[in-house]
């Protein structure tokens, strides 16, 4: 297992590597096409992560369908001490339609009942006795923060979650959230990448230094957008742009000697928030590759001459 840098250990104790692995494509969106090949590239992608000194592991409940947090339990039970090496975050609330009534719409639910009976079924997922991090995964509108609260307090109190944090959430919301929880929140996890840039502008990563909550970075790299074309991104970015940004990181990685998915990932290690991208490729080269980001660092100008090609004019 190589060595990755650390965000240094926090008051929970976790050994936190400065990127994470994210399991949302290693099992696919569609758990019924999960084929036994597929099943063992993304166990191997998982593996390949570890061995490449990931020591963060993201997941959800509704990723793959829940697949996704099985093939992660089955990757923990093949390798020898690599659940006491990582920390295993994951998430809960997001209700798809038809769940459990077919006339049920999509939806986010926190509720109680639903927190607690999410956590147990990804326990069992899992096939560990505690999750080590555990996240609200968007925003529900209905949340009420008290009974948020009590469903937190009850899985700590059971040794079934350890510690708490949120995602996609805005300042306002965790400041909420905070008040009635008696657990420090940890985490959020929001999009930020060369072409998603509003974070550094709008009050979430200021949020995050002041309340020392690590800002996990999802789809860091614009859904593979800015290093080469795809046909599903996440990311809303116009044509213009993300052309704009790969002309600026091929400048930029000719000058370091690396790939452009490498300086992008070091661009967003370089805020002092500490920013932590997750990785979510399955390509056992490209998560390897990812991992050389820990060891740039970019200097202030760099940093800002990538950051005005996103946003297509200079500072004012």
């Known amino acids: 297992m190589i060595s990755m840098k650390t965000i240094g250990k926090n008051s929970n104790g976790f050994n936190l590597s400065r990127l994470a692995y994210g399991c949302w494509r290693v099992a696919g969106s569609n758990p019924r096409e999960l084929t036994a090949e597929n099943e063992k590239a993304g166990i191997q992608a998982i593996i390949t992560a570890y061995e490449a000194g990931y020591t963060v592991f993201d997941n959800a409940d509704i990723y793959g369908g829940g697949a996704a947090e099985i093939l992660l339990g089955k990757a923990l039970r093949e390798v020898s001490g690599m659940r006491k090496n990582v920390v295993i975050v994951t998430k809960c609330g997001v209700r798809r339609a038809g769940d459990p009534k077919p006339e049920f719409p999509y939806r986010y639910d926190f509720s109680k009942e639903y927190i607690i009976s999410s956590c147990e079924n990804s326990l069992k997922r899992l096939g560990i006795d505690s999750i080590d991090i555990y996240l609200l995964h968007r925003p529900d509108y209905l949340c009420d923060p008290a009974e948020v609260a009590e469903a937190f307090e009850k899985l700590h109190s059971q040794g079934k979650v350890k510690a ?86 091929l400048k930029i990685s000719s000058k370091y000697g690396t790939s452009s998915s490498v300086i992008a990932l070091a661009w967003l290690l370089k805020h002092p928030s500490q920013i932590m991208p997750i990785v979510g490729s399955i390509n056992p080269e490209r998560i390897r590759e990812a991992a050389k980001a820990d060891d740039i660092e970019l200097t202030r100008e760099d940093w800002y001459y990538l950051y005005e090609a996103s946003r297509g004019s200079r500072l004012p």
């Open 164 to 249: 708490f944090g949120v995602s996609n959430f805005s300042p306002s919301q965790i400041t909420m959230l905070q008040k009635y929880c008696p657990f420090k929140i940890i985490t959020n996890q929001i999009e930020i990448s060369l072409l998603e840039t509003s974070a550094f502008e709008d009050g979430r990563l200021d949020h995050c230094i002041t309340e020392k909550i690590i800002p996990m970075a999802w789809s860091p790299l614009g859904g593979g957008l800015i290093f080469q074309e795809t046909k599903y991104s996440i990311t809303k970015a116009s044509p213009d742009k993300v052309e704009r940004v790969r002309q600026a990181l």
